[in-house]
T-cell receptor
Framework: AQSVTQLGSHVSVSEGALVLLRCNYS??????LFWYVQYPNQGLQLLLK??????LVKGINGFEAEFKKSETSFHLTKPSAHMSDAAEYFC????????????FGKGTHLIIQP | DAGVIQSPRHEVTEMGQEVTLRCKPI?????LFWYRQTMMRGLELLIY????????DSGMPEDRFSAKMPNASFSTLKIQPSEPRDSAVYFC??????????????FGAGSRLTVL
């Protein structure tokens, strides 16, 4: 079985500041890990994915995440927050390989202060 | 491609009524997933299909819920009878089902269900 834990249901940062959203995973096999973003009244959009290649993964909109096996973490970062980054962010995990669906964390609501 | 298309976008119904949610996956995608999103429970996988065949329905909450995929371009999620606790946003997602894109889900905009 696999699961993800997102620390902090709400994160508030100032525009231009570093964004750090935390995700820890649990998986009995090497995992594939994902970050998705959800804007109000919309579906989820893929930000980036880790599938056992490079541990530092770059995604869209300037976001990146680093897979750290020793810490079972896959934190999402962005050097400089923009107002348009305000949204709900979800970390997700699946056992590597097949299309068995993703297990999502509870989400982190990112608030950008002007 | 128009993406994953869900209908209706909003549904308001009364307790006891039948609800049918519809989904058209991306053409060429072999896997289809139904998720439910609530404030309390977050995103839950209800059921998924590979090549139109249900693979895992362990997330379906009760016998009142059923899902079908009669062909590669259409799926339904039915709730009969509906109850207020079924109020949620229901998402359909699809993926290639194999290869590098096997795990990359593309989501529809969701169907917001309110049961009074």
């Amino acid at each position: 079985a696999q699961s993800v834990t997102q620390l902090g249901s709400h994160v508030s940062v100032s525009e231009g500041a570093l964004v750090l959203l935390r995700c820890n995973y649990s998986s009995s096999v090497p995992p594939y890990l994902f970050w998705y973003v959800q804007y109000p009244n919309q579906g989820l959009q893929l930000l980036l994915k880790y599938t056992s290649a490079a541990t530092l993964v770059k995604g869209i909109n300037g976001f990146e995440a680093e897979f750290k096996k020793s810490e079972t973490s896959f934190h999402l970062t962005k050097p400089s927050a923009h107002m348009s980054d305000a949204a709900e962010y979800f970390c997700a995990v699946t056992p590597g390989g097949g299309a068995d669906g993703l297990t999502f964390g509870k989400g982190t609501h990112l608030i950008i202060q002007p | 491609d128009a993406g994953v298309i869900q209908s209706p976008r909003h549904e308001v119904t009364e307790m006891g009524q039948e609800v049918t949610l519809r989904c058209k996956p991306i053409s060429g995608h072999n896997s289809l997933f139904w998720y439910r999103q609530t404030m309390m429970r977050g995103l839950e996988l209800l059921i998924y299909f590979n090549n139109n065949v249900p693979i895992d329905d362990s997330g379906m909450p009760e016998d009142r819920f059923s899902a079908k995929m009669p062909n590669a371009s259409f799926s339904t999620l039915k709730i009969q009878p509906s109850e207020p606790r079924d109020s949620a946003v229901y998402f359909c997602a699809s993926s290639l089902g194999e290869g590098a894109g096997a795990n990359v889900l593309t989501f529809g905009a969701g169907s917001r269900l309110t049961v009074l």
